[in-house]
């Protein structure tokens, strides 16, 4: 395969690019001058030397291997409360709005409605090994999910509920959703911070 094949292949698997979006990134970076290039290559290194996930809730921050986040760690945050959402920008997003305080936890995808099986990116086991964790270290209460408002969030909404019902009667959690402060179609990255404190208000 020449070179430019071989790229092409490489962007083909970020997400939403296919065949010929793939190829324009390789031309476009044929068309750049090379430090453009080496710098690229150079950041790319450094993103993976640099961020790392949280072990507990998972989130993206410059960090060491293995380092819980500033969430995580602190001892302001409420630990009786374990928000659950779907991505990194739901999170900084509910976060930036400064409507709650608890633990959160960051799910890496939705259940597709059509597969049997749950995709590993799904982090099923882990949040499950959280929130065993957490009931036994710092008496949680409540799990709310966070997912946004569209048919993939609603069918991982019941799924997660479906799957917390051991625990939730092993450490009488009280399990609620962000759904009814927020309207249809809502996706929670985009969120406002007011919708986002009503959407909390009203969880059930
Ligand atoms: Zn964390």
Redesign the pocket.
Known sequence: MNPIDKLTEYFKEFPGIGERQAKRFVYFLLHKNPTYVKELGDKIIDLKNTIHQ?P????FFQSKQDQ??D??SNTKTDKTSLLIVEKDADYENIRRSKNYNGL?FILGGLVPIVTKDTPTFVRTKELLRNIDNQSNQNNLKEVIIALSLNPQGEHTDMYLRELLIPLKDKYDLNIVSLGRGLSTGTELEYSDSETIKNALRNRA
């Open positions: 949280c507990s809730c998972f989130l819980l986040c969430n995580c959160y």
